[in-house]
């Protein structure tokens, strides 16, 4: 491997466990290295095919219909799908694990990975649960997108949740590799912690306790840029999820978000999110979260209170 390709692998966490990116920006590869270092399209499964250009992000593979995302029901709301959620984590049920999931991939590299959900689905305030990236090995993500498909009929509109393996423009910065969770110190003292609720020292059983610049807005606007509205969510002193919550009349609306940046401090991997409908209090109107987990659901799903360690 030559020095430019090993130097995309450290900046995409591609590296072994256990091996940090450095703290600066390092001198960038071109974007040829980058996606040399990418995992390849052999590397899938047998039964993935090409499925055609989608939303105007290139072409991308499947594994057949149908390849939206089936909704876990809309039964529970927030905290009530975790609650849900959890004994089937601890009795080892799984969830629909990459069931719908959608490569992107360029000059032979997988350089996206991500989901459509049907229009329909998030109107009628369905959620998802464990929505997984196990199937190969993956990169972190640099940053997310989330485009709205139109179909030829209402019912057949479309969402695409799409998790990107190369940066927006410029050069990737570094990233951690799978397992290696970042500790909490490495985020801005901007970031303070939000929800305290009834919940002690604001510790979401199942979830974790939430932090975000509280000068931006709490949900992703339409209009807004950089990774304005991020959140992050820790536990036992690491930070172990990503989220970016959004308006549920947006969805409704038929609006998209561009580049929504994951890389405002090095992260690892994705291992896998919820997507999940906040039903509308005296407080706050309805919404959704995306909660991007780097570690496995059966974990978190199994806390009442918070882990001693990670």
Do not use: C
Request: no cysteine.
């Amino acid at each position: 491997m030559g020095a430019s390709v090993a130097a995309a692998v450290t900046l995409l966490g591609l590296g072994s466990a256990g091996t940090a990116p450095a703290a600066h920006t390092l001198p960038g590869p071109d974007k040829a290295a980058l996606v040399r270092s990418l995992p390849k399209v052999t590397e899938l499964p047998s039964g993935y095919r090409p499925a055609g250009e989608l939303a105007g992000r290139g072409h991308f593979y499947t594994a057949g219909a149908p390849t939206f995302r089936i909704d876990d029901g809309g039964a529970h709301h927030g905290s009530g799908n975790t609650a849900a959620w959890a004994p089937l984590a601890v009795k080892g049920i799984k969830g629909r694990g990459t069931q719908g999931i959608l490569y992107r991939v360029e000059d032979g590299a997988i350089t996206a990975a991500g989901y459509l959900i049907r229009q329909a689905d998030l109107i009628a305030g369905k959620s998802f649960r464990g929505v997984s990236f196990r199937e190969i090995p993956l990169p972190a993500a640099q940053h997310l997108t989330v485009d709205f498909v139109k179909g030829a009929t209402a019912d057949s509109n479309q969402y695409l949740f799409l998790w990107h393996f190369l940066p927006q423009e410029g050069e990737a910065r570094p990233m951690l590799p799978a397992g290696k969770l970042p500790s909490v110190t490495t985020l801005p003292r901007t970031f303070s912690v939000i929800g305290a609720d009834v919940h002690p020292n604001a510790f979401y059983p199942r979830m974790g306790r939430h932090r975000r610049i509280l000068s931006t807005a709490g949900r992703r606007l339409t209009n807004a840029s950089g990774d304005e509205s991020v959140l992050y969510g820790e536990a036992a002193g690491k930070l172990i999820f990503i989220e970016y919550i959004f308006n549920h009349p947006d969805f409704a609306a038929g609006v998209s978000w561009p580049a929504m940046p994951l890389n405002g401090v090095p992260t690892p991997p994705i291992d896998n999110l919820h997507i999940m409908h906040y039903a509308a209090t005296a407080e706050a109107s309805e919404y959704y979260t995306v909660h991007m987990y780097f570690i496995p659901e059966e974990r978190y799903l199994s806390w009442e209170t918070e882990p001693p360690s990670l």
